[in-house]
């Protein structure tokens, strides 16, 4: 069994100490804020079941949970009665695919990227084995839409389109505002897996024309098992499932704090990840130059992930070589899987470039000095493998 405590060590680096391993995976996960593990222990501290109306004890997990609601709205501009919680962003996507397909003629018509994420791509599968029509749009080399592909795509029984705001391995930002005007021009309802974005982008579901989004607190440094969907009062009413079981007091308590620490921290944890970025980017190509490529669009994306191909080494080597950084090669859920990326397919790699491709993922508690060790350790790891 491998234990992060077995693997904790320190490092002397520009005369200070650094804790490792150093994490970089934060588009898999993020750490759970302190704030929010404040609020998730009292949570914990209080034994009401929210359906529990008889005792103080339920009212106030019931109270709890609507803060949550309140607090998870007021990130994207929604009203409370708007959000919906469900298990994660997995179970949100699932959802509103399903309340789309139920609400729709038979056959429907479904419009998404080739680039969405997996837990948007696999229930589709579903969909085609009962009739549906789904369209999977391609994308530029950037990763980013040609709006006039999806315009030429919509059809009279299109029911939903969805499309990821910022894509989860190579960080590409959509033109979510421009698609959700057309969609509304067509009147059809737009959703967006809005997981990876909503940490750094204004996601405002009333200027944006959104539909509906889905949203993971563990993105957000929030905790895990604990998701939203927000969508459109009066929208797929009749298809949305009833809450059902015992809520997640501690959890969705969890998800409201981080969604408030989000909105309040939102312009400063993205100017500080443009600098540990910028700071990464110029460090690794001052050292490398032409062996490697950053992938994505290097402008319109989030700016904790960077993508990045190394030219003659592959990424599970480069990997193994970095101990003292927790790295990886794309999706977790993809990795998990051993499974190639789907979207470095998409945006033109051939088989060598996504093997030799890693993402780093930069979140707000990374400092600078982690920033300028992490990129010369991957330098020099990749001199030895080249030799």
Same mark, same amino acid.
């Given at each position: 069994?491998?234990?992060?405590?077995? =693997?904790?060590?320190?490092?002397?680096?520009?005369?200070?100490?650094?804790?490792?391993?150093?994490?970089?995976?934060?588009?898999?996960?993020?750490?759970?804020?302190?704030?929010?593990?404040?609020?998730?222990?009292?949570?914990?501290?209080?034994?009401?079941?929210?359906?529990?109306?008889?005792?103080?004890? *339920?009212?106030?997990?019931?109270?709890?949970?609507?803060?949550?609601?309140?607090?998870?709205?007021?990130?994207?501009?929604?009203?409370?009665?708007?959000?919906?919680?469900?298990?994660?962003?997995?179970?949100?996507?699932?959802?509103?695919?399903?309340?789309?397909?139920?609400? !729709?003629?038979?056959?429907?018509?479904?419009?998404?990227?080739?680039?969405?994420?997996?837990?948007?791509?696999?229930?589709?599968?579903?969909?085609?084995?009962?009739?549906? =029509?789904?369209?999977?749009?391609?994308?530029?080399?950037?990763?980013?839409?040609?709006?006039?592909?999806?315009?030429?795509?919509?059809?009279?029984?299109?029911?939903?389109?969805?499309?990821?705001?910022?894509?989860?391995?190579?960080?590409?930002?959509?033109?979510?505002?421009?698609?959700?005007?057309?969609?509304?021009?067509?009147?059809?309802?737009?959703?967006?897996? *809005?997981?990876?974005?909503?940490?750094?982008?204004?996601?405002?579901?009333?200027?944006?024309?959104?539909?509906?989004?889905?949203?993971?607190?563990?993105?957000?440094?929030?905790?895990?098992?604990?998701?939203?969907?927000?969508?459109?009062?009066?929208?797929?009413?009749?298809?949305?499932?009833?809450?059902? *079981?015992?809520?997640?007091?501690?959890?969705?308590?969890?998800?409201?704090?981080?969604?408030?620490?989000?909105?309040?921290?939102?312009?400063?944890?993205?100017?500080?990840?443009?600098?540990?970025?910028?700071?990464?980017?110029? @460090?690794?190509?001052?050292?490398?130059?032409?062996?490697?490529?950053?992938?994505?669009?290097?402008?319109?994306?989030?700016?904790? !992930?960077?993508?990045?191909?190394?030219?003659?080494?592959?990424?599970?080597?480069?990997?193994?070589?970095?101990?003292?950084?927790?790295?990886?090669?794309?999706? @977790?859920?993809?990795?998990?899987?051993?499974?190639?990326?789907?979207?470095?397919?998409?945006?033109?790699?051939?088989?060598?470039?996504?093997?030799?491709?890693?993402?780093?993922?930069?979140?707000?508690?990374?400092?600078?000095?982690?920033?300028?060790?992490?990129?010369?350790?991957?330098?020099?790891?990749?001199?030895?493998?080249?030799?």
């Amino acid at each position: 069994m491998i234990l992060i405590s077995d =693997q904790r060590s320190t490092v002397l680096f520009e005369g200070e100490e650094l804790c490792l391993p150093v994490f970089l995976d934060h588009q898999s996960t993020t750490p759970l804020a302190p704030d929010v593990k404040q609020v998730m222990d009292e949570a914990f501290a209080v034994p009401g079941n929210a359906q529990s109306k008889t005792h103080a004890f *339920g009212l106030d997990a019931a109270d709890r949970i609507e803060t949550a609601r309140r607090q998870v709205a007021n990130l994207i501009g929604a009203d409370a009665d708007e959000i919906h919680f469900t298990s994660g962003a997995t179970q949100a996507n699932q959802t509103i695919l399903q309340a789309a397909a139920n609400n !729709c003629d038979h056959p429907g018509h479904f419009i998404c990227l080739k680039t969405e994420h997996t837990s948007l791509l696999s229930p589709q599968e579903e969909l085609l084995g009962k009739g549906h =029509q789904i369209t999977f749009l391609p994308v530029r080399e950037n990763g980013r839409l040609d709006l006039a592909v999806l315009e030429a795509a919509i059809r009279p029984e299109t029911c939903l389109v969805s499309i990821q705001a910022a894509n989860n391995e190579i960080g590409t930002l959509q033109d979510i505002s421009s698609i959700g005007a057309l969609c509304k021009e067509r009147n059809i309802p737009f959703h967006s897996d *809005g997981v990876q974005a909503v940490a750094t982008e204004h996601l405002d579901v009333k200027s944006l024309h959104l539909d509906a989004i889905s949203l993971s607190a563990h993105k957000i440094y929030g905790p895990q098992g604990i998701g939203a969907l927000y969508v459109k009062r009066g929208l797929f009413s009749a298809s949305l499932p009833k809450p059902d *079981g015992t809520p997640a007091t501690a959890l969705i308590a969890g998800f409201g704090k981080a969604s408030d620490l989000a909105h309040i921290n939102r312009g400063k944890d993205k100017a500080h990840l443009l600098t540990l970025s910028g700071l990464l980017k110029e @460090a690794l190509s001052r050292e490398l130059g032409d062996n490697i490529v950053f992938n994505g669009d290097q402008i319109n994306k989030i700016p904790g !992930c960077l993508n990045v191909s190394f030219k003659g080494v592959s990424a599970e080597d480069l990997l193994f070589e970095c101990p003292s950084l927790a790295l990886s090669t794309g999706s @977790a859920c993809l990795s998990a899987e051993g499974e190639t990326s789907h979207v470095l397919k998409a945006i033109g790699l051939d088989a060598t470039s996504y093997d030799s491709t890693l993402r780093i993922g930069l979140g707000r508690y990374v400092t600078e000095k982690e920033a300028r060790y992490a990129a010369s350790i991957l330098v020099s790891a990749y001199r030895r493998l080249k030799g």
